[in-house]
């Protein structure tokens, strides 16, 4: 649990160091990729490039392994099985969406970003983009009045609905729009089980029959499991949005807290992200 007692939060913020470093990690490869797209590179391309980019640096275990979804796909158009989320081979053409997702560990850190682009000019995505800053203002300011998950999540659609969007993290297992993530045994090398790294999955296993005796789930959805306040710890949320083969979504880390300081009862890891200077950077045009 994330505490507030003085030594407790010394030990606390020094772990918060270590996830919003390999966070930074993350969006500094998708940002390096997404500068190296061009029309005939195709998912698989993508995931390939960012697998390589964060081995580069270190990377040897993996919550998942990247991956990469162009056009439509950005909207899960058509999605009904697992299979369908691992890339392909769609070729990136001018003006199409497109999303890189990878949860890389280092270090034993955790993290799990989702990075939305496109390439070139396409107003449509840039809509969506611009309306993504209201679901996370919404989540944290829900999560901080401590209503169950399942409310916040409730609320998070019908936000999507006001502004004429479908929620696409319905498609995901469960329909999560976000799961814990936690510090796991720092190792060289981690074998993978379709996409996941096993390493993770036993701690997510873990957590999940801690949860289940003691009424939590470490999966955000809209499901009766997840019908309880925020549980103290890391979330990586992902509200993903769509509109007519056009998708777009963020993810990053939340820290929930057992403060009784609003402020100090939840925030996100970093606002020093690709996503929140684009926000910042439209509130200062305005």
């Not at 969406?97 to 000019?121: E, K, Q, R, V």
């Not at 169950?148 to 019908?158: A, F, G, N, S, T």
Request: proline fraction near 7%; charge should be neutral; aromatic fraction near 10%.
């Amino acid at each position: 649990m994330i505490g507030n007692t003085s030594a407790g939060l010394r030990g606390v913020k020094a772990d918060l160091q270590g996830f919003r470093e390999v966070q930074q990690l993350s969006y500094a490869c998708a940002e390096s990729v997404a500068a190296r797209l061009v029309p005939g590179v195709t998912e698989r391309d993508a995931a390939r490039m960012q697998r390589e980019w964060l081995r580069e640096r270190g990377v040897r275990d993996w919550f998942h392994l990247p991956f990469a979804w162009f056009g439509d796909r950005t909207a899960f158009t058509g999605f009904r099985i697992p299979l369908q989320f691992f890339p392909t081979n769609r070729k990136l053409e001018p003006g199409m969406p497109f999303i890189l997702d990878m949860a890389p560990i280092h270090h034993g850190y955790t993290s799990d970003i989702g990075y939305s682009g496109c390439l070139g000019p396409n107003p449509v995505h840039q809509r969506l983009m611009s309306d993504l800053r209201d679901h996370r203002e919404l989540i944290l300011a829900e999560v901080r009045e401590r209503r169950p998950l399942r409310e916040i999540y409730e609320d998070v659609e019908r936000l999507m609905v006001r502004q004429g969007y479908a929620n696409r993290h319905r498609a995901y297992p469960f329909g999560v729009m976000a799961h814990k993530v936690d510090r796991v045994s720092d190792r060289r090398w981690s074998p993978t089980l379709f996409g996941f790294g096993t390493n993770s999955l036993k701690g997510l296993a873990k957590d999940a029959l801690h949860g289940h005796r003691d009424g939590w789930s470490p999966l955000w959805s809209p499901h009766r499991f997840s019908d309880h306040p925020p549980q103290p710890g890391l979330w990586a949320v992902e509200p993903h949005l769509g509109f007519r083969g056009t998708g777009a979504k963020f993810e990053e880390i939340l820290v929930v807290t057992d403060s009784q300081d609003p402020e100090e009862s939840a925030f996100w890891l970093d606002d020093d992200l690709p996503h929140v200077r684009r926000r910042q950077k439209e509130a200062s045009t305005v």
